[in-house]
């Protein structure tokens, strides 16, 4: 057996030395990142915003609240921030990246007003530069800037569409031009159907828009070929889906799966999943996820929240 030469030792340590910094590297990259993206939404969710109230409003910890419109009333304005999007990118080529953030604004009746805002960062904070209105209950399905400018894929009410229930699908983009946000032609890509969600890959995070699911209850979602399959907690499912009488409007049709058994909790959420999967009547986006609206045998309505996993329409950050 050869003895190992001084040469071939000190090859492998250089290698070893290497492939460490190049670890070693890479992970302080990544925590960089992840720490530059904490502290941004940090800076976001307490900034303060121009152009959505009379004067400008300053959030804490992601909400601002008015005075009610009539004293003693419930109704008052209130202003939010979407925090789980924003994006990053120069607007103005000026070689200093701009965040945008994305707002909600109420009055206390059924209406939304989305709102985008450009962000400069400013002694540690941020400064907000310009706001545009996107509109009044636009769901927001992705997002980025890109060539300098912002543009979102969103939801919309076409023409005869109730407030209620938009189904025009439109790509939006905005340029910050001397400082002011201003709002490109509108392209209008088609009506919500089942083809937007083909291909793509969802997790469930809540079983209704208030209501979590347990950390270690795997739920998915995968849309192919007019099927739907997935985990359901415990097993696996799939079952056919199809258009409705109108756009958004789908029937999942009854469900085949595995029949493994797991521990209670995982089997209840599997149970509660599958019995809402069949009562799904229609599906549309909020904030860059997926929601799947159904309505209960006692009619109570629900909305099924996912995050997009993979090749779903996804928020860029």
Known sequence: MKMETLEMKNYRIRITVILFTILFTALIAQTSAAYEAESAITRLVNATYSGIEDE?????????????????????????????????????????????????????????????????SDNGGFNNISTSLVGDRVKLRGGRIDSGRIILDVLQTGENDPMCCPTQLATRNWVLKDGQLEENKIEVTGLLSLSVLEGSDWVLTRMNREQTIPEDAEVTIAFSSGRVSGRSACNRYSADIKEGDNAGEIIIGPTMGTRMACPDHLMEVESRYLEALAQVTSFSFYSGKLMLNGQKEDGTHFSMVFDATGTGPQVEL
């Open 56 to 120: 400008p409003v300053t959030l804490l910890s992601g909400q601002w609240e008015g005075a009610p419109y009539v004293e003693g009333g419930a109704s008052r304005p209130r202003v939010g921030l979407l925090e789980d999007i924003y994006f990053t990118g120069d607007l103005d080529a000026d070689g200093q990246e701009e965040a945008v953030a994305i707002l909600w604004q109420s009055a206390g009746g059924t209406g939304e007003n989305v709102y985008i805002a450009v962000m400069k």
